[in-house]
């Protein structure tokens, strides 16, 4: 797993992480170790091998429980954390925030009361009229989401 790939892992742990409306303090410091590590000039998996969690912790914002899980994710290729939570909340959630008029608020509604985890469960429940019972959604809002579902 290169420093990218990481960095990826990162940000889609904290988009994950806001869509459930988790603390912001926890969601910043996973954006900013992602944006530290993908920027990096040594790979951390050279980091790991020459140094251990020490030479890891020498990266901005990479703390000590960072630190465990960029160990994790280069030894396992998961971590215990992004695992449990993608049990609680489907990966598939985050192609949800790629439409436009859908922010982390609408896509955790929609996650939580709706019990809609993909695109594919979405086109479904804007065919079933569902969009006029969210919340937060007006008419034009849903306009745009029937038409970007629609392209795709």
């Known amino acids: 797993m290169n420093n990218e790939e990481i960095a990826r892992r990162f940000n889609r742990m904290a988009s994950l992480m806001e869509v459930r409306g988790e603390d912001t303090f926890r969601i910043r410091s ?6 530290a590590i993908e920027t990096w000039p040594t790979p951390m998996r050279e980091i790991a091998a020459r140094e251990g969690q020490a030479g890891l912790l020498e990266i901005p914002g990479v703390g000590k429980a960072l630190a465990g899980k960029i ?6 290729g ?6 449990r939570l993608t049990t609680e909340t489907p990966e598939t ?7 436009p008029g859908i922010g982390p608020k609408t896509a955790a509604t929609l996650s939580q009361k709706f019990k809609i985890s993909s ?3 979405l ?7 569902g969009l006029e019972m969210v919340d937060g959604i007006g008419a034009r809002t849903a306009e ?3 038409s970007s579902l629609a392209r795709r």
């Open 30 to 35: 996973y954006r900013m170790a992602a944006e």
């Open 71 to 76: 160990a994790e994710l280069l030894e396992r």
């Open 78 to 83: 998961t971590f215990d954390a992004w695992e």
């Open 93 to 99: 959630v985050l192609d949800l925030l790629e439409l």
């Open 119 to 121: 695109r594919e469960d």
């Open 123 to 129: 086109r479904k429940f804007v065919e079933g009229g």
């Open 144 to 146: 745009r989401i029937k």
